[in-house]
């Protein structure tokens, strides 16, 4: 399962952030955030009077990978990183 977190700066330009889970141990925060996820095919919405962090999400090995480009924003121009 793979988590897609983005954040917009005021400039417009998009950061990606992407977090993948194996079957195993269980994250207790992915596990809190889950329940609250729209049913599939309703719009976004906001959960008021809630907070999230999301470094919670995060491993203890902080080993990554970056690349340029995007597997979530088409077409793929220079803002895409």
Same mark, same amino acid.
């Given at each position: 399962?793979?988590?897609? +977190? %983005?954040?917009?700066? !005021? =400039?417009?330009? +998009?950061?990606?952030?992407?977090? +993948?889970? @194996?079957?195993?141990?269980?994250?207790?925060?992915? =596990?809190? %955030?889950?329940?609250?996820?729209?049913?599939?095919?309703?719009?976004?919405?906001?959960?008021? #009077?809630? /907070?999230?962090?999301? =470094?919670? +999400? /995060?491993? @203890?090995?902080? !080993?990554?990978?970056?690349?340029?480009?995007?597997?979530? @924003?088409?077409?793929? #121009?220079?803002? =895409?990183?």
């Amino acid at each position: 399962m793979a988590v897609h +977190l %983005l954040q917009k700066g !005021a =400039s417009g330009q +998009l950061v990606s952030l992407v977090l +993948l889970f @194996r079957l195993g141990e269980p994250n207790t925060a992915l =596990s809190e %955030l889950l329940p609250r996820m729209p049913t599939r095919g309703l719009p976004e919405q906001t959960l008021a #009077g809630s /907070l999230f962090d999301p =470094s919670r +999400l /995060l491993p @203890r090995s902080t !080993a990554h990978y970056r690349y340029d480009g995007s597997l979530i @924003r088409q077409p793929l #121009g220079p803002e =895409s990183r």
